[in-house]
């Protein structure tokens, strides 16, 4: 049952965010669908803004960790005119400058405004679903396009986060069928967070 999201709930979603999350469980169960993925989330140590916080996130396969496959930068805010959190997208202009750095977040200091770019239709929405748990999707509207494989397609994500697990389905579709074009076959990446960074959030933002 959804229950009121509050100002104050960005800051527990980007805590419970941050950290090193690992699918190896999940990968050891189920190897012909799940590689083994981890995916680091540290918060910038100069924030762009005060608006929210500003978070750093690089996904990348298990046996080679400074080379992301996904690398983002994530601005989480409230909005008080729809009553939820925003989690909005960018991409970095030189990615591969700061690969690794989940794991050396000195390196995270050279983000500033002029290293990003903003995602256009690729915001999530997120609101608390109870006490334990957030869920997010990507905006509705199909605008989120990501060109794989030569085919236009538009982004859908649903995740849930709680304070020591992390859930995400990613799939990509057709821009006119519609028709499932990449992304999972069997379902959300279930992750476990095996170290946290939540100390770096209240330390980097202020509510």
Do not use: V
């Given at each position: 049952m959804t229950i009121s999201t509050n100002p104050d709930d960005v800051y527990v979603?980007?805590?419970?965010?941050?950290?090193?999350?690992?699918?190896?469980?999940?990968?050891?169960d189920n190897p012909?669908?799940?590689?083994?993925?981890r995916v680091g989330i540290r918060a910038l140590p100069n924030p762009i803004s005060n608006d929210g916080v500003w978070l750093y996130l690089e996904q990348a396969y298990d046996y080679e960790l400074n080379h992301p496959y996904r690398t983002a930068v994530l601005n989480i805010i409230y909005s008080h005119e729809h009553g939820?959190?925003?989690?909005?997208?960018?991409?970095?202009?030189?990615?591969?400058?700061?690969?690794?750095?989940?794991?050396?977040?000195?390196?995270?200091?050279?983000?500033?405004?002029?290293?990003?770019?903003?995602?256009?239709?690729?915001?999530?929405?997120v609101h608390r679903d109870d006490i334990k748990t957030f869920k997010g999707s990507v905006e509705p509207g199909k605008k989120c396009c990501i060109n794989r494989k030569g085919v236009d397609t538009y982004l859908e994500i649903a995740f849930e986060v709680t304070e020591n697990t992390y859930s995400s389905l990613d799939r990509g579709y057709d821009l006119v069928t519609d028709e499932r074009v990449w992304g999972s076959i069997a379902g959300a990446f279930q992750f476990v967070k095996k170290a946290s960074f939540s100390d770096e959030i209240a330390t980097t933002s202020t509510p």
């Open positions: 979603l980007a805590q419970w965010l941050a950290g090193d999350h690992s699918n190896w469980e999940q990968a050891i012909p669908f799940f590689a083994h993925i939820r959190i925003e989690m909005i997208n960018y991409r970095l202009k030189n990615a591969e400058t700061f690969f690794g750095a989940s794991r050396d977040r000195n390196r995270l200091a050279a983000i500033d405004a002029d290293a990003i770019i903003k995602l256009e239709g690729c915001t999530q929405w």
